[in-house]
């Protein structure tokens, strides 16, 4: 299985990116989906999940992207998306997109698949 981001680059703040994901190889509709991002010089958090259909997609997001961040899946298409409005320089980072989730104790501790990483980077 495998997962391809694109859809980064570089644009001024307050600007707008949308991210996708493809995945190969398996089918991911009934996975917990999720995008991570790794800024310079600090730890890589997660910025935003979604549920599969059967757990009623829902979305879960980082206070600090919070209505201006938007995760959503085509099931069909076997694709991931972040829409990304009011882009500001702490956005800056790879934004790595990831599936089926690893569960220990019921917390998601991990994903079984990651892809590659795209690069964002927001000027000021």
């Known amino acids: 299985a495998q997962l391809v981001e694109s859809g980064g680059g570089s644009v001024q703040a307050g600007g707008s990116l949308k991210l996708s994901c493809e995945g190969s190889?398996?089918?991911?509709?009934?996975?917990?989906m999720a995008w991570y991002r790794r800024a310079p010089g600090k730890e890589r958090e997660l910025v935003a999940s979604?549920?599969?259909?059967?757990?009623?997609?829902?979305?879960d997001y980082v206070d600090s992207v919070k209505g201006r961040f938007t995760i959503s899946r085509d099931d069909p298409k076997n694709t991931l998306y972040l829409q990304m409005d009011s882009l500001n320089t702490e956005d800056t980072g790879v934004y790595y997109c990831?599936?089926?989730?690893?569960?220990?104790?019921?917390?998601?501790?991990?994903?079984?698949?990651w892809g590659q990483g795209t690069q964002v980077t927001v000027s000021s």
């Open positions: 990831a599936a089926c989730a690893a569960y220990t104790g019921g917390v998601i501790t991990d994903y079984h698949y």
């Open positions: 190889g398996y089918t991911f509709d009934s996975c917990v």
């Open positions: 979604i549920t599969d259909d059967f757990k009623g997609f829902k979305k």
